[in-house]
């Protein structure tokens, strides 16, 4: 699989240390050099809007449109072997994969942005249990350039959490988030 990037973007960003969680988050302090117009583009994964449609090759292979995933909760992490925060999530999410293996109205997807290549040869050595995919232009369209972000989606479409930042215990609000939906 190939993807191009486009250099004329840049992205003014701000980190922010929460010190009450010890919690750090990447915030955008702006919009894109070349958005139309100067306009700042608005967030497709905002809470409370429909996930927009899109594809990801697997790393078996196959593709997979995120619409054959619907009236199912949908769990996606975003992610790169290069992020440390990334990987210190990954045991955690594990954790979600035992707890939730038996109910297959939880869709577990990580998107990784790197090559197939890396993706595996780092899975070779470090456990990952949700489905893998491929990044893509459009993958990156939608998620952005910072990782890693975390999206839950509940079985109408509907995004219900988005958070972009690292935090170990992350899977615990995760979890949370799932455990409601599946009340619900």
């Known amino acids: 699989m190939k993807s191009k990037s486009d250099a004329s973007y840049t992205y003014p960003l701000e980190i922010i240390h929460n010190t009450q969680e010890n919690e750090f988050y990447y915030q955008w302090t702006g919009s894109t050099t070349n958005t139309p117009q100067g306009k700042t583009m608005a967030n497709p994964l905002a809470e409370g809007k429909k996930l927009p449609d899109f594809t990801v090759e697997l790393l078996n292979g196959e593709q997979l449109n995120i619409t054959e995933t619907k009236d199912n909760i949908i769990v996606i992490n975003w992610w790169s072997i290069t992020c440390s925060p990334c ?10 994969i035992e707890k939730y293996s038996s109910n297959n109205r939880i869709v577990f997807l990580a998107i990784a942005w790197d090559s197939e290549e890396r993706v595996k ?30 999206v839950v989606v509940n079985s109408d479409g ?15 609000k995760l979890d949370q988030v799932i455990s409601t939906l599946l009340k619900n």
């Open 121 to 150: 040869t780092f899975l070779e050595n470090m456990s990952f249990k949700y489905q893998q995919a491929l990044y893509n232009d459009r993958t990156v369209e939608l998620f952005g350039g910072a990782f890693p972000r975390n």
């Open 158 to 172: 509907r995004i219900v959490y988005n958070h972009l930042g690292a935090n170990k215990h992350q899977w615990k």
């Open 87 to 96: 990987i210190a999530e990954i045991p955690g999410f594990n954790k979600l």
